[in-house]
């Protein structure tokens, strides 16, 4: 009795046919995301399928796609964190251009504000 074996093969819609018929309702923390998120329409709607999770997601990536997805997420937190630093720098001078500038602080000023 080997894998050829009729006995042993499963049809492809009697395989999968549970599955999609009962459908799949969203657990208690998905329904408080999307009520949270105001998207009500998905917490009560019922998917034909459960989707995938993130590991699911990848799983026919390659090693590549791996290699650069996490040389994004990297990228992406650098920039992110780097965000409040150039504003604390662009305020700095922005102040140094409004207060020591004497000759013509007043002047500045009044025109920044009209």
């Not at 999968?16 to 105001?38: D, M, R, T, V, W």
Request: charged share 20%; with cysteine.
């Amino acid at each position: 009795m080997g894998a050829t074996d009729p006995k042993n093969v499963r049809a492809p819609a009697a395989a999968g046919a549970g599955a999609h018929s009962e459908g799949y309702e969203a657990g208690l923390f998905e329904k408080i995301i999307n009520y949270a998120l105001c998207r009500t329409d998905l917490a009560k709607r019922k998917m034909p399928m459960k989707p995938v999770s993130l590991v699911q997601l990848f799983r026919y990536g390659t090693r590549v796609d791996t290699i650069l997805i996490f040389l994004g997420v990297i990228g992406a937190i650098v920039s992110g964190a780097g965000q409040p630093f150039v504003a604390v720098a662009a305020g700095g001078m922005v102040n140094v251009f409004l207060v020591q500038n004497d000759t013509q602080s007043q002047e500045f000023r009044d025109g920044t504000y009209k």
